[in-house]
């Protein structure tokens, strides 16, 4: 079958695909091919785009497209670590909570409520300010932000799941919680889940970038797009390319994530929705 | 093509053509009289809806009318805007969907959708309880029913809604797509005699669109036999069910399952061709017991057999009506029910006592089942009927240990077993197995059919991965089924497959006993027989004990060997099949079979 990468047969989902293998590469293989070094001046700040310094030099003279090459590592790690540990407490969250249907539901719904109620970069914020900031407190932070809205839509999707008659038929086998809930409830909750996986990593990526930008993520001198944005913006009409540039890679990244996965859930859709209607019934 | 001078329907040529430019319907042409009404019969796939949604200018998404006229009281229907389209429809012809759940609206209370229509035909200025008198027709006047939201009405209420908003401005035709496919007799009865009381006194003509041959027997005038988008037969309905011409009418009348007729019914065999792939010849030779080589060169004319029947088959001449397809003898010997049940009696396979089962959010306080004791003896098929919501479903749920029983004991082979499936030992797991109603979610969706099957015989017969595929093979074709069948996913299967996958699941653990719940009601009647014949036949191989659920008496007659009757929880009539459908001594009981739709005599000799 042509299976997993039927997503791309839309032209969405080409697209999508190829701006976040282009911003991937742009981050994994950049620091190899980096002309300068990301923290070094290279000669006078805020100058424009020159044979020297293809995209010009920042507000303390060093080379921007170093630095946007260095740039994407952290950011995209940051996100895609937050993203997968709020996958995990969510996804557990939510098919306990749905798929028991016992106490726990409610008593961990209401928790998630409460969590809602915070507004997330205040949330941050607060456990910055305690903590400090370190990469460990942000993964934990953006995962924590993150994890109840998850456990919503997975509960929402179990409970409509598992009451079908295939879960039915496993659980007359005697078969366990643990083996139903991973072999017949998980694999058809995925259509809607790698939706919101989707909106979910680029919302992280956000976060990271908007903390960043604050100055109470990755401090400087490190690389990062968003601290690039932060560290330029004063100097924007000197060399608009030190803000615009780092701009566009984030900007790229959300929006290539959100069209492939929408490709994808487009897929997955297609090949387990049964076509109910036009069977005799 | 019919004698009535004026028709108020009139179709021809109309043929309905795939974007890709495949035909869905071909050449079809009829014509009904007011007050008249025409069956328009077929398996999925056949064309029938799709030809009656062609009545009120509407095509599914994909799909085009190509060509051919058709004319409801004398005005054009195709070829008009869509504003005039929507003018049209309501007034002049109205639809009666197959789902009223899904049709009805459920943010709108049932008047004020009744009063939408009125206002988007009529002026805006309908009276505010212009409901009264649509509710009142379908027997509906009830104190404040107009408040309620569809989803606080029975599937049968619903459907009379439907009917009232059908009827609401008074159309002269109205198309009805499967009205009362998934709705039990007694209902069924009471929408079948809203609708005649319609067509009498409105003189309302009637399209009805039904896979049951049986159903449509009872309502219509004439009867229009599809397959393959094309009319096979076509006549009178005394013609067509007592004298059909055509192999695939034959089937389908020997397909139904009749309460008085107990023993073997026989499945049209094979499926029904899909669109596209329609054979040079008729379409309906490959299915054929009577095809003949000539048969495949080209598709027959529809030739006139008697005045107004006619029928699209190239031997008709041959199958005269005396060369009758079923067979069924006229009543069981005592040898007969003997062999089914396994000769001697070795005891008693299930013991149910006093079994009470209720659920935790009932509104009534009346428990769903209420002291209901049974027993099921080995390779016995016991068939439990009932209205929906009588709690038929309930026991098969606890004996299968999905429902934890309030009180009461289950006995299987002697030995009391746990209410929950989870506490019950791996071997009694293993020797009762369900198989659900719906065979579009009975089966997951993200699994192969082989890994589906495999499942029980790797966790409840504990066979290695090698083996199980192996045993997921001869399982396959226990059940009839190609043996790729289990690289398919089950989207890729028409019901009647998926159906057989899951008895091929349900039969992998050897089970003792199969608790069968509504297994047929989702399935075409020529598909349901094929079902229920390779039921027979297993049960009999196997010599396993059945707990057959179903609301269709015919299913009943043709698969069980005794028969419990519940009404509202409890049992009200048991005993052997033969004397409970010939000499009901309840008055449920014969409720149930008074309303239970059946073929004329003459057809079934």
Redesign the interface.
Same mark, same amino acid.
Do not use: Y
């Given at each position: 079958m042509t299976g997993r990468l039927r997503f791309l047969s839309t032209t969405s989902g080409k697209i999508g695909f190829s701006i976040v293998v282009f911003v991937l590469l742009v981050a994994i293989i950049g620091p190899f091919v980096a002309p300068h070094s990301p923290t070094a001046p290279i000669g006078v700040p805020l100058t424009g785009p020159s044979s020297h310094a293809l995209l010009g030099t920042d507000y303390l003279g060093r080379d921007v497209l170093s630095r946007l090459l260095y740039g994407g590592r952290s950011l995209i790690a940051l996100a895609a670590a937050a993203t997968a540990l709020a996958y995990f407490i969510g996804l557990l969250i939510g098919l306990i909570a749905g798929y028991t249907r016992s106490m726990a539901d409610p008593i961990l719904m209401r928790g998630i409520d409460v969590m809602l109620a915070f507004p997330p970069i205040l949330f941050l914020l607060v456990l910055i300010t305690g903590l400090g900031t370190s990469t460990a407190v942000l993964i934990i932070g953006v995962a924590a932000i993150q994890a109840p809205g998850i456990s919503r839509i997975v509960r929402t999707a179990t409970l409509e799941v598992s009451v079908r008659a295939y879960v039915e038929a496993a659980v007359a086998r005697g078969e366990n919680g643990v083996a139903i809930v991973l072999r017949e409830v998980l694999p058809n909750i995925l259509a809607p889940v790698m939706v919101d996986a989707g909106l979910r990593f680029t919302y992280s990526i956000l976060i990271i970038a908007s903390v960043n930008y604050l100055g109470l993520g990755l401090q400087p001198p490190n690389s990062d797009w968003a601290l690039m944005i932060s560290e330029n913006r004063t100097y924007i009409s000197l060399n608009p390319l030190a803000v615009v540039a780092p701009a566009a890679m984030i900007a790229l990244l959300t929006i290539g994530i959100n069209l492939t996965g929408d490709a994808i859930a487009r897929a997955l859709g297609r090949s387990y929705i049964p076509a109910i209607r036009t069977a005799a019934r | 093509m019919s004698a009535a001078s004026d028709p108020v329907i009139s179709v021809d040529d109309l043929c309905i053509r795939l974007e890709s430019g495949e035909a869905v319907v071909e050449g079809i042409g009829f014509t009904v009289a007011p007050g008249e009404v025409l069956g328009l019969v077929g398996?999925?796939?056949s064309g029938k809806t799709t030809t009656a949604l062609a009545l009120l200018g509407y095509t599914r998404p994909g799909v085009h009318i190509d060509k051919g006229t058709v004319e409801i009281g004398g005005q054009a229907i195709l070829g008009r805007n869509p504003g005039a389209l929507r003018t049209l429809r309501g007034t002049v012809v109205s639809y009666v969907p197959?789902?009223p759940g899904a049709a009805l609206n459920p943010s709108m209370r049932i008047g004020e959708a009744i009063l939408d229509v009125l206002r988007a035909h009529r002026s805006s200025h309908v009276a505010k309880d212009s409901w009264r008198d649509a509710l009142a027709r379908v027997d509906l006047a009830l104190p404040g029913f107009e408040r309620r939201y569809p989803h606080q009405l029975s599937g049968g209420q619903q459907q009379r809604v439907t009917i009232a908003m059908a009827s609401v401005c008074e159309p002269p035709v109205a198309v009805l797509d499967?009205p009362t496919? %998934?709705l039990d007799v007694v209902t069924q009865d009471r929408i079948l005699a809203e609708l005649k009381a319609l067509r009498d006194e409105r003189g309302m003509a009637m399209v009805y669109v039904s896979?049951d041959l049986a159903v449509v027997a009872e309502m219509a005038d004439r009867i229009l036999v599809m397959y393959a988008g094309r009319v096979v037969e076509s006549g009178r309905t005394a013609d067509v069910i007592e004298r059909p011409r055509h192999p695939y009418t034959r089937g389908l009348v020997a397909a139904i399952p009749d309460l008085g007729h107990r023993g073997t019914l026989r499945g049209i065999p094979g499926v029904s061709v899909g669109v596209g792939n329609w054979p040079q010849g008729c379409p309906f030779a490959p299915r054929c017991d009577h095809a003949v080589a000539e048969c495949d060169s080209a598709i027959p004319t529809l030739d006139e057999v008697s005045a107004g029947h006619h029928v699209r088959c190239l031997r008709w001449h041959e199958l005269t009506v005396n060369g009758r397809d079923r067979a069924r003898p006229s009543s069981p010997t005592a040898s007969d029910l003997e062999s089914v049940r396994g000769g001697d009696s070795t005891g008693d396979v299930l013991d149910v006592k006093d079994l009470v089962a209720t659920y935790r959010r009932s509104h009534t306080g009346h428990p769903a089942v209420d002291r209901v004791s049974f027993t099921i003896g080995a390779g016995e098929c016991v068939a439990l009927v009932g209205q929906s919501g009588s709690g038929k479903t309930t026991i098969g749920r606890c004996v299968? %240990? !999905?429902h934890v029983p309030a009180s009461g004991t289950i006995l299987f082979d002697g030995a009391q077993v746990a209410g929950a499936?989870?506490k $019950?030992p !791996?071997e009694t $797991?293993r020797r009762?197995?369900?198989i =659900?109603? /719906?065979p =579009?979610?009975? #089966? /997951?969706? $993200?699994?192969r059919v082989g890994s589906?099957i495999a499942?029980?015989l790797r966790?409840?017969m504990g066979l290695s991965q090698r083996e199980a595929d192996a045993e997921v093979t001869s399982l396959l074709e226990r059940v009839r089924l190609p043996k790729y069948l289990s690289q398919r =996913?089950?989207?890729e299967l028409?019901?009647g497959e998926r159906q057989r996958v899951a008895i091929a $699941?349900a039969l992998a653990?050897k089970p003792d006993l199969l608790v069968c719940d509504e297994i047929t009601s989702? #399935?075409?009647v020529s598909?349901q027989a094929a079902v229920l014949e390779l039921l027979k036949e297993l049960q009999r191989d196997l010599s396993l004990s059945m707990l057959f659920i179903t609301h269709n008496l015919g299913v009943v007659a043709a698969i069980g060997d005794s028969v419990l009757v519940m009404d509202q929880g409890s049992l009200c009539e048991t005993g052997p099949v033969d004397e409970v459908l010939s000499a009901p001594t309840n008055d449920y009981t014969r409720r149930l079979i008074a309303a239970a739709p059946r073929l004329p005599d003459a057809a079934l000799r």
């Open positions: - | 398996e999925s796939g197959q789902d499967e496919t %998934g896979h299968a %240990g !999905l499936a989870k $019950r !791996l $797991r009762i197995q369900i =659900f109603q /719906n =579009f979610e009975s #089966l /997951n969706p $993200r699994h589906s499942r029980p966790g409840l =996913f089950p989207a028409s019901g $699941r653990a989702a #399935l075409d598909v």
